[in-house]
């Protein structure tokens, strides 16, 4: 039982030296690989420039391939494509021999991966491009390969080692893929000037959709709780109460926001027992802060946070409350009910 214990307490102490073989194969397998992506980075050429023009000239679908390990890959890139605005799709090489070489259209273009570029998996999909004229990039280590030689433009991986003790297994090689491909992705996007609205269009669900909301997808638009500046206390009671939201804004004849009315500036006027007597003018609090519509909800709840519940929005001069004319209403409870963190 003591030696038992003995183990556990070894196991979970942390106190394994730096210099253990398990580190430093880590250390290895990390430098390798970013020695191959710095070799990468400083090859790159026309040959890329002219694969961000096939792929941002597309007007179908850009067709992903790869067998085993580089399949993994292409699956990812597909998704990263389709996700930053341009479709993308996933075939893989043995179905596509078997009848899926029918979703590729001359519409589309072809991105295919391939460690060796001997891949004998893809030479179907490789034939069907040549012979619909359909673009193809190829991605391989050999420049002399049946892959790159076939292809339109030919992306040529750095002669990096696999990062394996056998130099066999697949590490090196796909990370580097990868990572070119994320590179094609994102010149893609900024070629395409995809942009953070388009972005959250794609992303609706999750905390990247929630994130990415702007006031306008919360804000309230109808029955907006505004005041005259001579409007009696009465009335403003009344529009406070109707507008559920516990505070009035007060607007000139120009329809600009020039103060807000909160309960908190009810309590501070309640004192003198005269509240009644008074105009919204007299207990307002002025130049309130307000929101610009396109805003992100984010930036709204870190107004509100700890003083505020309610901001209203407008559509020019955010923040200056003598000029802001509202167009709608953000309680605090709607960022959080959306999930706005």
Do not use: W
């Amino acid at each position: 039982m003591s030696s038992d214990k003995t183990i556990t307490s070894g196991a979970t102490s942390g106190a394994h030296p730096v210099d253990a073989p398990e580190i430093a194969a880590g250390r290895r397998v990390l430098t390798t690989a970013a020695q191959a992506l710095q070799s990468m980075a400083q090859s790159l050429d026309g040959e890329f420039t002219r694969a961000v023009d096939i792929l941002c000239a597309v007007h179908g679908r850009v067709i992903v391939s790869g067998m085993g390990k580089s399949g993994h890959i292409a699956r990812k890139l597909a998704a990263t494509l389709a996700s930053t605005g341009t479709p993308a799709q996933f075939i893989h090489p043995g179905e596509a021999s078997h009848g899926d070489l029918g979703m590729i259209t001359p519409a589309d273009a072809c991105l295919m991966l391939s460690n060796s570029g001997e891949t004998p998996e893809l030479n179907d999909l490789i034939a069907h491009t040549r012979r619909y004229k359909i673009p193809l990039i190829g991605v391989a280590r050999h420049p002399e390969s049946t892959l790159l030689r076939s292809a339109d433009v030919a992306l040529v991986l750095p002669p990096a080692p696999e990062a394996c003790p056998m130099g066999k297994a697949p590490t090196t090689s796909t990370t580097v893929t990868l990572s070119l491909g994320d590179a094609l992705a994102v010149a893609v996007m900024e070629r395409k000037g995809f942009s953070i609205d388009d972005y959250r269009l794609l992303h609706p669900g999750g905390q990247i959709g929630k994130s990415l909301l702007r006031v306008r997808d919360l804000m309230h638009l109808d029955n907006l709780p505004l005041v005259g500046p001579d409007a009696d206390m009465r009335e403003v009671l009344l529009v406070m109460t109707s507008g559920r939201f516990g505070c009035a804004g007060v607007v000139n004849a120009e329809a600009a926001l020039i103060g807000i009315i909160t309960d908190g500036d009810l309590r501070r006027h309640m004192t003198d027992g005269g509240l009644l007597s008074l105009r919204a003018e007299d207990v307002m609090t002025a130049n309130p802060k307000t929101i610009h519509e396109s805003a992100l909800a984010a930036e709204a709840l870190g107004l509100m946070a700890g003083k505020i519940t309610c901001l209203f929005v407008s559509k020019d001069n955010s923040g200056n409350g003598t000029r802001a004319k509202p167009v709608g209403i953000l309680h605090i409870h709607d960022c959080l009910r959306a999930g706005v963190a």
